[in-house]
């Protein structure tokens, strides 16, 4: 079965920092490209960052570029987000989804970041 | 304000079916077949629908259907029921720098 499970959300400060984590089982999480999307708290989706299997190739929305790093460990079966400089408007749940940028197949219950001071 | 416009709302009667339509721009639904639709109900994940425009991944119902002309992507629920009652979100790849663009989303009430 495949699972995905987030960590590391709080609270946090604006212009303070974060790094979220994604445990992945039950599938070859290293032939996986993966993803971040979050959801503001009663609003929609939005896809914040992409990297693919080999961690070659990463985009980021432009709501974070610049701030946000996304990485892997493939030995770990791990996925990252470093967030840096939060402000309010990053509060949201943030959710790993294992797939191609344009769709993700599997969703983790994500993890809630709250910027508040 | 989302770069996919969809409905806010739409409504529909057991058994009836429903179409729900997300419009873009020559820069994403118009240029690309990576269209995705996803299905959250309230406090739940999201959950894949529909990929690649018309799609289903294993274990969705065919009840769902997607398709897609011109600007605009449509996500049809065929024979409706009480269980299908969520919020429904598309997405595009789009030529812009951020990639990847959702709708606002569209609250489907079964009667």
Redesign the interface.
């Known amino acids: 079965e495949v699972q995905l499970v987030e960590s590391g959300g709080g609270l946090v400060q604006p212009g303070g920092s974060l790094r979220l984590s994604c445990a992945a089982s039950g599938f070859i999480f290293s032939g996986s490209d993966m993803n971040w999307v979050r959801q503001s708290p009663g609003k929609g989706l939005e896809w914040i960052s992409f990297i693919d299997k080999n961690a070659d190739k990463k985009y980021y929305a432009d709501s974070v570029k610049g701030r946000f790093t996304i990485s892997r460990d493939n030995t770990k079966n791990s996925l990252y987000l470093q967030m840096n400089n939060l402000g309010a408007e990053d509060t949201a749940i943030y959710y790993c989804g294992r797939g191609p940028a344009g769709w993700q197949d599997h969703w983790g219950q994500g993890t809630l970041v709250t910027v508040s001071s | 304000q ?1 770069a996919l416009t969809q409905p806010a709302s739409v409504s529909g009667s057991p058994g009836q079916s429903i179409t729900i339509s997300c419009t873009g721009t020559s820069r994403d639904i118009g240029a ?1 077949n ?1 269209v ?1 639709w ?1 299905q ?1 109900h309230p406090g739940k ?4 629908m529909i ?2 425009v018309s799609n289903r ?1 294993s274990g969705v119902s065919t009840r769902f259907s997607g398709s897609k002309s011109g600007y605009t992507a449509s996500l049809t629920i065929s024979g409706l029921q009480a269980e299908d009652e969520a919020d429904y ?1 598309c ?3 789009t030529s ?10 569209t609250k489907l009430t079964v009667l």
């Not at chain 2, 812009?96 to 989303?105: A, K, N, P, Y």
């Open positions: 989302s690309y990576y995705a996803y959250q994940v999201p959950k894949l990929f690649d991944p979100y997405s595009s790849y812009t720098s951020t990639l990847v663009v959702f709708g606002g989303g």
